[in-house]
T-cell receptor, first 112, second 113 residues
């Protein structure tokens, strides 16, 4: 079965700082990769996804993620965060079955 | 509007009192799933359903039941709730051709005292 690790439990940044959230997965075959975002008090929304092709994928709100197959990683990045990016971010992997496996999440707090 | 709805959104109940959380989707999705979200543990799958009358256990099924009598509905049943089932619950759905991308409901915050 696949597993997903998110390296940081809580990240605190000032506005305009750059963001990188780590995500590693364990699975040897073809994977579909996702980042979901959960704003305070809301449900999960899809931020971006990777199925195949260009390993650098762009999502909504200026986010992007890079799939590095050799490192089993799918890190999320944003060049300049805003206060409105304060949320919890979940990496998820779909592989080998119909299930999505989620990481434990990373809380991002952006200080104005 | 394509959506997944859950009811109720908030529920406070007592130990042992049976409850049902409803989930409905209007996208004709075959696959539906229930998750619980707990601080520091992320989302853990409780049960899922591949289609009508087809359900299976996820990672944390103990204490829960589900049914899938209609394609659009996937209720979560707690026959005898206990305080350790206090959590935030999400229903999700997807079409089987959509490569794992799931659409989530708004969540149900359950407190069992």
């Amino acid at each position: 079965a696949q597993s997903v690790s998110q390296h940081n439990h809580h990240v605190i940044l000032s506005e305009a700082a750059s963001l990188e959230l780590g995500c590693n997965y364990s699975y040897g075959g073809t994977v579909n990769l996702f980042w979901y975002v959960q704003y305070p008090g809301q449900h999960l929304q899809l931020l971006l996804k990777y199925f195949s092709g260009d390993p650098l994928v762009k999502g909504i709100k200026g986010f992007e993620a890079e799939f590095i197959k050799s490192k089993f990683s799918f890190n999320l990045r944003k060049p300049s965060v805003q206060w409105s990016d304060t949320a919890e971010y979940f990496c998820a992997v779909g592989a080998g079955s119909y299930q999505l496996t989620f990481g434990k999440g990373t809380k991002l707090s952006v200080i104005p | 509007e394509a959506q997944v709805t859950q009811n109720p959104r908030y529920l406070i109940t007592v130990t042992g009192k049976k409850l049902t959380v409803t989930c409905s989707q209007n996208m004709n999705h075959e696959y539906m799933s229930w998750y619980r979200q707990d601080p520091g543990l992320g989302l853990r799958q409780i049960y899922y359903s591949m289609n009508v009358e087809v359900t299976d256990k996820g990672d944390v099924p103990e204490g829960y039941k589900v049914s899938r009598k209609e394609k659009r509905n996937f209720p979560l049943i707690l026959e005898s709730p206990s305080p350790n089932q206090t959590s935030l619950y999400f229903c999700a759905s997807r079409g089987l051709a959509s490569s794992y991308e799931q659409y989530f409901g708004p969540g149900t915050r359950l407190t069992v005292t």
